[in-house]
Nanobody, 116 residues
Framework: QVQLVESGGGLVQAGGSLRLSCSVS????????MGWYRQAPGKQRELVAS???????DYADSVKGRFTISRDNAKNTVYLQMNSLKPEDTAVYYC??????????WGQGTLVTVSS
């Protein structure tokens, strides 16, 4: 069973930066695509970034140009560098594969709070 552990969240002022990490127990070499999701209060979970080995990255329009996803297969870790943060980026952030099927269980997520 794969275990997903997200970390790196916190409280930051608008315009600031954070780097999130997702540690995956077991090798991620065999997992072709990984993604970062977020869920804001009262809203559905949304995919904000994904990375596919040998293909590249993809981003939601709301984060394009501000967020960068990367992966280190040797460390079984996926990262999300978030710059120029906005209050609307406030959410719990999770990592998982882009779907439609998901790795279970989901991790606990990491809370990002952006103050104005």
């Amino acid at each position: 069973q794969v275990q997903l552990v997200e970390s790196g969240g916190g409280l930051v002022q608008a315009g600031g930066s954070l780097r999130l990490s997702c540690s995956v127990s077991g090798s991620i070499i065999s997992i072709n695509s990984m993604g970062w999701y977020r869920q804001a209060p009262g809203k559905q979970r949304e995919l904000v970034a994904s990375i596919t080995d040998g293909v590249g990255t993809d981003y939601a329009d709301s984060v394009k140009g501000r967020f960068t996803i990367s992966r280190d297969n040797a460390k079984n870790t996926v990262y999300l560098q978030m710059n120029s943060l906005k209050p609307e980026d406030t959410a719990v952030y999770y990592c998982n594969i882009p779907g439609p099927a998901y790795l279970e269980p989901w991790g606990q997520g990491t809370l990002v709070t952006v103050s104005s």
